[in-house]
T-cell receptor, first 111, second 115 residues
Framework: LAKTTQPISMDSYEGQEVNITCSHN???????ITWYQQFPSQGPRFIIQ???TKVTNEVASLFIPADRKSSTLSLPRVSLSDTAVYYC????????????FGTGTRLTVIP | DAGVTQSPTHLIKTRGQQVTLRCSPK?????VSWYQQALGQGPQFIFQ???????QRGNFPDRFSGHQFPNYSSELNVNALLLGDSALYLC??????????????FGEGSRLTVL
């Protein structure tokens, strides 16, 4: 599974848009990009997944450039409850459970 | 619809002891994976069980073993506990045909402290 690189931490004020970028230079042709969110003492929770261009759901947007060597998770108008660790994962959409999480990005939302 | 449930939520052991952690997968899921998450780190894959057999294994010693039962629930056993085994142990479930980076559902974990 391809390894990923993300910023260790980010701070943002409430109501702002937050963009977290992930580098995955060795992404394979059949790999998808998936983001998980984790609150303290809880298991990770799926946020969004994409293969190319842009994906949007009720929680976030995921932007993937044409070369797919990076991706950006965008959280619109963050609130204090969005304070969490965000993990970028790269791997097959199906058939692989041995996910590589890395250390993630710790997002702190400030009032 | 119950999600992934794990027990116990917290436990304390001493070095050299053995521990068993339990997991019930989300309804409709047949595959269980276990992860270890040390403080300040991301989860690390231990192993995956499907059809009562270990299918994939991460870089963990043989002190870590598991089992899956016919009802798809699973146990994680750790023998000869070390201080470094202190961590949050996460269980994740999926459906074999859909298991992948976007289809894992995690429990809230079992926090193990080894003294």
């Amino acid at each position: 599974l391809a390894k990923t690189t993300q910023p260790i931490s980010m701070d943002s004020y409430e109501g702002q848009e937050v963009n977290i970028t992930c580098s995955h230079n060795n992404i394979a042709t059949n790999d998808y990009i998936t983001w998980y969110q984790q609150f303290p003492s809880q298991g990770p929770r799926f946020i969004i997944q994409g293969y190319k261009t842009k994906v949007t759901n009720e929680v976030a947007s995921l932007f993937i450039p044409a070369d797919r060597k990076s991706s950006t998770l965008s959280l619109p108008r963050v609130s204090l409850s969005d304070t969490a660790v965000y993990y970028c994962l790269v791997g097959p959409q199906t058939g692989a459970n041995n996910l590589f999480f890395g250390t993630g990005t710790r997002l702190t939302v400030i009032p | 619809d119950a999600g992934v449930t794990q027990s116990p939520t917290h436990l304390i052991k001493t070095r050299g002891q053995q521990v068993t952690l339990r997991c019930s997968p989300k309804s409709g899921h047949d595959t269980v994976s276990w992860y270890q998450q040390a403080l300040g780190q991301g989860p690390q894959f231990i192993f995956q069980y499907y059809e009562e057999e270990e299918r994939q294994r991460g870089n963990f010693p043989d002190r870590f073993s598991g089992h899956q039962f016919p009802n798809y629930s699973s146990e994680l056993n750790v023998n000869a506990l070390l201080l470094g085994d202190s961590a949050l142990y996460l269980c994740a479930s999926s459906n074999r045909d859909r298991g992948g980076t976007g289809e894992l559902f995690f429990g809230e974990g079992s926090r193990l402290t080894v003294l």
